[in-house]
């Protein structure tokens, strides 16, 4: 697909924190993810990535996923992945966690 074609395909607007690892660099830095889609996300972080590196990224309840930085633009980058995923994975609680989806922990939501 183009980036023309990109901008048609839904994606979730969301505020995840993710694990991100850049090839040739041994770091592991913690990223935002802005918006997911089953073929990419737009992540924001300071990470040195430059357009065509390759990544990859662990997202909770999905695990790592590699693709390729496809652009950026100040601390906020884009990644095509190379396989699609579900995002709605992304969403769900974590196996055992006490906090719901809305991301508000059990013990403090009202009955």
């Known amino acids: 697909m183009s980036n023309v074609d990109t901008r ?6 969301l505020f995840l ?12 830095f913690r ?6 889609s089953a073929g990419g ?12 590196a390759r990544v990859t990224v662990e997202l909770r309840n999905i695990g790592w996923i590699e693709g390729s930085v496809a ?6 980058f884009g990644i095509a ?9 992304a969403r769900a609680p974590v196996e055992g966690s006490t906090v719901n989806p809305d991301g508000i922990p059990q013990a403090f939501r009202k009955i």
């Open 81 to 89: 992945f190379l396989d699609e995923i579900d995002p709605k994975l």
């Open 8 to 13: 048609q395909v839904g994606r979730d607007s």
């Open 17 to 28: 924190l993710a694990q991100i690892r850049v090839d040739g660099n041994e770091n592991v």
């Open 31 to 36: 990223i935002k993810v802005r918006n997911l």
């Open 41 to 52: 996300m737009m992540a924001e972080g300071d990470v040195p990535v430059v357009r065509g």
């Open 71 to 76: 652009w950026t633009q100040g601390n906020r």
